[in-house]
């Protein structure tokens, strides 16, 4: 072969791969949005690890994550369409039967190891016993939040008005009112109550894994017309989620090094967050049953649904066991 004929050949299937290499990556460019429902919580940043580990792009997602204050809010983006889908909580399933045009896809973390009861390192609560009375914070109405708060009075005896709640949003809100003493403490993320324990500015008095063990945490959301419409998108997404979270187990150090820095922490507080809650995480999104059955007795416990709703009514399991 002359070199002007091999020439014309290197020529023609670097053309080839450059159109093999288009045609991928076209099909690969599939924009999502998701949601947040807040933007302390070091569960949620599964989002963060599989986006800058490029698994959601080797699925052919590009996501684009937003952070929102709260269950409400979160529905809120899903009801207008600004999100395709949601990190949300368990309790949160119930927007779906009062009329939010979502559905629960996956359930991705199981007992709430990650919230906890946090006060001021000046307050004069020491054990849970003495929360009888006192007003927490929660992020929205409806949230997982609240459902834990109302969880604990139950447990301790006192009812489910036994603690008052105050709806505050963001953490930053909570964390302003429980400084000037307005509440007297938050229902917040685990590992918000860690840093703010580094910088003696609070103290976690419980975690609540123990008064929900058998629960579902978190969920994904999903938009109901794009479920029907293009169930291929819910499926990658789905399974690239899963994938991260395998990535985050067997990937401490790295995990450590990138959720400290998407949350603004210590890596020493993510190094003991990433050890208590990395446990928390469903492998294939499966909808365990006996979880299912508390949650449906939540809504009615909360007066957020009079009766117990159907499974198909909360969640689709149409697209779990995931596959990484």
């Known amino acids: 072969m002359t070199k002007r004929a091999w020439r014309s050949v290197t020529v023609a299937v670097a053309g080839l791969a450059a159109l093999w290499a288009g045609a991928g990556s076209g099909l690969a460019n599939d924009t999502v949005h998701v949601g947040k429902a807040a933007a302390n919580a070091w569960t949620f940043t599964t989002l963060d690890v599989g986006k800058e ?37 368990g309790p949160s399933m119930a927007f779906a039967v009062k009329g939010s045009p979502v559905i629960a896809v996956a359930a991705f973390a199981g007992p709430p190891r990650n919230l906890s009861v946090v006060v001021g390192t000046d307050s004069p609560i020491k054990t849970v016993e003495e929360l009888k009375g006192k007003t927490l914070s929660i992020t929205t ?48 993320a685990v590992e918000s109550g860690y840093q703010l324990e580094e910088k003696h500015e609070g103290r976690v008095i419980t975690d609540m894994g123990r008064y929900a063990p058998d629960f579902i ?108």
């Open 53 to 89: 580990a490029g698994i959601f792009a080797k699925h052919g997602l590009d996501v684009e994550i937003v952070a929102l204050p709260g269950d409400a809010k979160l529905q809120q983006g899903l009801a207008s369409g600004s999100l395709e889908f949601a990190l949300g909580s």
């Open 141 to 188: 109405k409806g949230s997982l939040t609240e459902w834990l708060v109302k969880r604990l009075s139950i447990a301790e005896g006192w009812g489910p008005e036994g603690i008052t709640t105050a709806a505050l949003g963001a953490y930053e809100s909570s964390l302003a009112a429980m400084r000037t003493h307005q509440i007297d403490g938050m229902m917040t």
């Open 217 to 324: 945490t978190h969920v994904v959301f999903a938009r109901k017309n794009l479920v029907e419409s293009n169930p291929d998108v819910v499926r990658r997404f789905v399974n690239a989620f899963f994938g991260s979270i395998a990535y985050m187990k067997a990937n401490r150090d790295k995990t450590i090094e990138i959720t400290a820095r998407v949350l603004n922490q210590q890596k020493s507080t993510m190094a003991r967050v990433y050890d208590y809650e990395i446990s928390m995480f469903l492998d294939d999104g499966r909808f365990n049953p006996k979880a299912v059955a508390v949650i449906k007795d939540s809504f009615v416990d909360m007066g957020l649904l009079p009766d117990k709703p159907k499974d198909d009514q909360l969640f689709t399991t149409a697209f779990v066991p995931a596959k990484p």
